[in-house]
Structures are given as C-alpha cells and as structure tokens.
C-alpha cells in the first residue's frame, strides 16, 4: 500500500522568512497531494492540493510542487507569519482512493 | 454553508462502556471517512462509507468498532467496550458525490475520546 514520509518533524523560522516540508510517497499510481494546516485542538484544514497533471500551484504565499518522476512533493511557505504556526500533514491517496497522511511538520515561527 | 459537523466534541468513557460518534457531511456530500489520531501522530484511516455502504473497511480494527451512514442522519462511529488505547481525537471527512480518487476531502473539528 501508499507509504508517506515526511520532513523534517519540526521547523522553527523567524518571522518573514521561508519553510519548505518534504513529502515522498511509495505509490506510483496516486494521482492527488492535499496539504492539511492543523492548529491545536482543531480539525485539519485543508490549505492546497495539486493533481497529478501539474507539477506546481501556487496560491498567494503558499506553493506546492510535484516530482512525480522522483515520487515526491514540497509545500512552500513564503514570509512567514506567527498565524503560521501549527502542524502541517501532506497526504497522497493510494491505489483505492484512500488518504494516507504524512507523519506531520511542526511549524513555530518566531516574531 | 455549514461545513462537516462533528459531536459530541469531547467524550469521557469508563474503560467497558460504549463511545458513539457522530458525524453530519458538509450539505451536498455523500462520501464519509472516518480517521483517528493519536497523540502527537498523523492520521489513520478507519473506514469509507456511502449511504448506506461501507466501501473501504480496511483500516478499522476487527472487533469493537462498526461504522455507518445510513439513509437518513448523521454517520456513526462506535466503539464497543472502550480500552484506553482507544483514547484518541477521531475525524470525520466528506466529500462531494463524484469520483472517490481525488475528491477533496473536508474535515470535521473531531471527537476527543478519552478513556479513564
């Protein structure tokens, strides 16, 4: 099945500064990567998703590109704000359709 | 436009009770998923369903958990004889009746399960 790893577990940037996440699956057949921003004691949020057939979106200060060669995708955060913080999860569905989640980031950005 | 509606938000349980969960789809959904997470951990998936179907079952445990959605009212989770290592926060997600693959799913604020 869909195996998802993520990195790094926790990321601390100041303020205005730039966070990259890391994601590489296993499937070769999933074909849709959502990013999830979870606050504390919330549900997760979805923040940007891309297909298959792109290899980048973008919206507004958030990013996201796809190497679907190379089996991995990266979420952007550009000027980073303290509303920022929380813990972000890629996801890939498998060969079902099924969401398999990455471990989670962390994300603290300090003013 | 409501989105997905969870209750309760909170769950107290004696280690043998019972733990019903609920769920409503954001309007216009017919696609459920139920997910767990556990402290500080990603989320796993539990179970897919349709009114009335289960599609995907494949990641609840073998006994003490059922799911449905049934025709009429909210999707159910239930827990069966609640241990404490079923202490965990558990999402429901719906998505919009078109193809399963990459439908965008849209999460819940969950139900804290908490097992004494």
């Known amino acids: 099945g869909e195996n998802v790893e993520q990195h790094p577990s926790t990321l601390s940037v100041q303020e205005g500064d730039s966070a990259v996440i890391k994601c590489t699956y296993s499937d070769s057949a999933s074909n849709y990567f959502p990013w999830y921003k979870q606050e504390l004691g919330k549900g997760p949020q979805l923040i940007i998703d891309i297909r298959s057939n792109v290899g980048e979106k973008k919206d507004q200060r958030i990013a996201v590109t796809l190497n679907k060669t190379a089996k991995h995708f990266s979420l952007h955060i550009t000027e980073t704000q303290p509303e920022d913080s929380a813990v972000y999860f890629c996801?890939?569905?498998?060969?079902?359709?099924?969401?398999?989640f990455g471990a989670g980031t962390q994300v603290v950005v300090t003013p | 436009n409501a989105g997905v509606m969870q209750n309760p938000r909170h769950l107290v349980r004696r280690r043998g009770q019972e733990a019903r969960l609920r769920c409503s789809p954001m309007k216009g959904h017919s696609h459920v998923y139920w997910y767990r997470q556990l402290p500080e951990e990603g989320l796993k998936f539990m179970v897919y369903l349709q009114k009335e179907n289960i599609i995907d079952e494949s990641g609840m445990p073998k006994e003490r958990f059922s799911a449905e959605f049934p025709k009429e009212g909210p999707s159910i989770l239930r827990i069966q004889q609640v241990v404490r290592g079923d202490s965990a926060a558990y999402f429901c997600?719906?998505?919009?009746?078109?193809?399963?693959?990459?439908?965008?799913?849209?999460f819940g604020p969950g139900t804290r399960l908490t097992v004494l």
């Open positions: 997600a719906s998505s919009p009746p078109t193809s399963a693959s990459t439908d965008t799913q849209y």
């Open positions: 996801a890939a569905t498998d060969s079902w359709g099924k969401l398999q």
